[in-house]
């Protein structure tokens, strides 16, 4: 009979382990088991996420507590040359200066530039990966989330050991700067045992069917024995609310990716002059010495800016005629929170036309200096030299707007807020003005260059023979994005990782504009060997100074005779989500570039079911430089717009078109 008993519990504890009390993590392998082992890539990415797990909360794993319990102040711990830049950073850390977890994050504050740049040479100056980590836990446990995860998000793009990591998209890191407040407060109902509970059975079970648990099959159980259901491992989901467009301004990756850039254009200009120049001198590496110095910016980043600014300006516009005319200025109801739950101020309720006024008082400001530096200039003069003056003075131009209309009060506002504020209509109508005073001085610079006659005859000799588009379609994608950041803490009081015990993921179900795959095929004679830059436009129809979207820029070698390009655009991927990091046993590749991309799934302005009939224009220009773009083929091929020449070009009509799917009431 002991015997019998042994047997019967060892099967019960099989059984139990079988139907999933042994919870198996959707986080993280059991690290206990022998036969599972982590490579030290995939310890690392854990290590990241670990600091973005709740990053809004504080730290709850111990060990990531005491690697962070301390200032590291110890010089040999960062790079040979650099512990003057760190210096005004410790004093401030020490002073309490630096912005504190509980803090009001706003970007329109004179002293967050320098914050910024000191917690980014904080993260991004470490000599090493155990002296990065102790720095990373430091800045998560002291320091504001947000200004934490924008410092961490440039470190990790910079330093040569994170090369193969990354960081969650923002959206997911930072859910309540970007997702409505319905989304937010539902998702923070959610209890702990919805995600995994723990089972029960309702009433005690008789000895008898135990036994016949174990002794019959279910088929011939002479009682019916009580089952245990288990909770489905398909994700819980929140849904955003049902909207008839994916409006572009409202883009959560896209917030996400504009954030980033804003942040790189903040610490662009702090304190680069501070670094012993012999030490610069000593750098060979161009990387290493923007990051040792603290200023990332090259003419590809004052590039990068001018032409995000044109793609989105572009888009919105390109938006507007397919929604027949809908105004920028219209302005998007805010129900946004931050993560203290202060609620966002909308930039509402006032003079339109004074602060359009205002914005064009700004630009024309802007546009003196611009014309001083140009006048000053004695090389040549390039399009590089006016994004370097926009760039320099972009966070001032907005911050001087921001506190025009809110006020210098520490109250969250979009404008403020460079995570969202391309939802304020104010700050898409600036962007809209900086696009046509971009244009403007493209076309000048245009102009100026003469074209020889050697470049004549090679303009009516080589063409473009046939151009075929494939068919250009947009729909409203379903997206899922992890709300895991916004679950509650309090039931699991641990200091390990808690989200081991989850079965199940929450999510929040939105929807994004992406578009189908397509082919452009392009097939130029040429009537000797030459290299060129080929680029492909969208623009609306009947006016050739309209704004144009880059759709495809490549540069090639083209051989005497006929040439035949294909080029092929596929649908836009789904970002990883935090789940998916973590999860992940070797690198992932998202097929995106960190440095150069405009998020891919909006390549396509928004179609409409009828078509909407767009201008395609092709350009082709000699190329006279050695490098192949250096790995950036629209930053070289934007820099080109103002010393290459024109080839040839074609222009011809075009049509985009937009599947809309219908959606069920439980899908959104």
Not at 64 to 83: A, C
Not at 356 to 370: A, D, F, W
Request: hydrophobic content about 40%.
């Amino acid at each position: 009979m002991l015997g019998a008993s042994v047997v019967l519990l060892g099967t019960l504890s099989l059984t139990c382990c079988v139907n999933g009390w042994a919870f198996v993590s959707r986080w993280r392998p059991d690290e206990s088991s022998e036969d599972v082992e982590i490579s030290p890539w995939a310890l690392r990415q854990r290590f990241l996420l670990d600091l973005m797990l709740q990053v809004h909360k504080p730290l709850l794993q111990q060990e990531l507590i005491e690697m962070g319990h301390e200032l590291n102040e110890n010089p040999e711990d960062y790079e040979t040359g650099t512990w003057p830049l760190l210096l005004e950073f410790m004093d401030a850390v020490h002073q309490q200066r630096i912005l504190r977890p509980y803090g009001i994050y706003s970007q329109v504050q004179q002293e967050l530039p320098h914050q910024l740049m000191g917690v980014y040479r904080f993260l991004v100056l470490a000599k090493n990966w155990k002296i990065f980590q102790r720095n990373a836990c430091f800045a998560r446990i002291h320091f504001h989330p947000v200004l934490f995860v924008n410092a961490l998000q440039m470190a990790v793009d910079d330093r040569e050991d994170c090369g193969d990591l990354r960081l969650p998209a923002m959206h997911e890191v930072l859910p309540q700067l970007y997702f409505d407040k319905e989304i937010i407060l539902e998702a923070q109902l959610v209890y702990w045992q919805q995600l995994a509970p723990v089972p029960t059975i309702s009433r005690k079970r008789s000895w008898r069917e135990t036994v016949a648990d174990i002794l019959y099959p279910k088929s011939l159980r002479p009682w019916n024995s009580q089952q245990v259901e288990w909770m489905p491992t398909y994700p819980m989901v929140i849904q955003a609310k049902k909207s008839r467009t994916t409006l572009v301004s409202l883009d959560v990756e896209l917030n996400g990716y504009w954030n980033r850039l804003i942040s790189r254009l903040m610490i662009a200009d702090q304190g680069s002059s501070i670094i012993d120049g012999d030490r610069l001198m000593a750098l060979h590496d161009e990387r290493d010495e923007r990051r040792l110095s603290g200023n990332p910016t090259r003419p590809q980043n004052y590039l990068l800016l001018m032409h995000n600014i044109r793609q989105f300006t572009t888009l919105l516009q390109l938006e507007q005629l397919a929604q027949n005319g809908t105004s920028s200025l219209q302005f998007i109801e805010s129900t946004l929170l931050t993560t203290g739950g202060v609620p966002y101020k909308a930039s509402s309720g006032l003079n339109a036309d004074a602060v359009l006024q205002l914005i064009n008082e700004s630009i024309e400001e802007l546009r003196n200096h611009i014309d001083k530096e140009l006048k000053d200039d004695h090389e040549m003069q390039t399009m590089c030299t006016v994004g370097r003056v926009i760039a320099s003075r972009y966070w001032q131009l907005f911050r001087q707007l921001s506190l025009a209309i809110n006020g210098d009060r520490l109250q969250p506002n979009l404008l403020g807020m460079a995570t969202s504020n391309l939802r304020d209509p104010f700050y898409r109508v600036l962007l809209l003005q900086l696009a046509q005073l971009i244009t403007g001085y493209e076309q000048r610079f245009v102009k100026k260059q003469p074209l020889h006659q050697h470049h004549k005859q090679q303009k009516q000799q080589l063409h473009l023979r046939h151009i075929l588009v494939g068919h250009l379609e947009t729909f409203d994608q379903l997206v899922d994005s992890d709300l895991i950041n916004l679950m509650d803490q309090q039931l699991l009081q641990t200091q390990r990782n808690n989200l081991r015990l989850l079965r199940r993921r929450l999510v929040a179900r939105h929807k994004r504009l992406n578009h189908k795959s397509f082919n452009i095929s392009y097939h130029i004679f040429a009537p000797t060997p030459k290299k060129v830059l080929i680029k492909s436009y969208l623009l609306p129809t009947g006016n050739k100074n309209s704004p144009r979207l880059l759709l495809d820029s490549f540069v090639s070698s083209l051989t005497t005779g006929d040439n035949q390009f294909e080029r092929h655009f596929a649908t836009a991927p789904t970002l990883h989500t935090l789940s998916d990091l973590y999860e992940a046993k070797q690198p992932l590749d998202d097929g995106v570039s960190r440095d150069c991309s405009f998020p891919h799934h909006l390549l396509l302005p928004r179609g409409t079911a009828e078509g909407l009939k767009l201008q395609m224009l092709i350009e082709i220009h000699s190329w006279s430089t050695d490098e192949e773009s250096s790995g950036c083929a629209w930053a070289a091929s934007e820099e080109m717009d103002c010393t290459a020449h024109l080839l040839t070009s074609s222009q011809f009509d075009v049509v985009v078109y937009h599947k809309t799917i219908e959606l069920l009431e439980t899908d959104l």
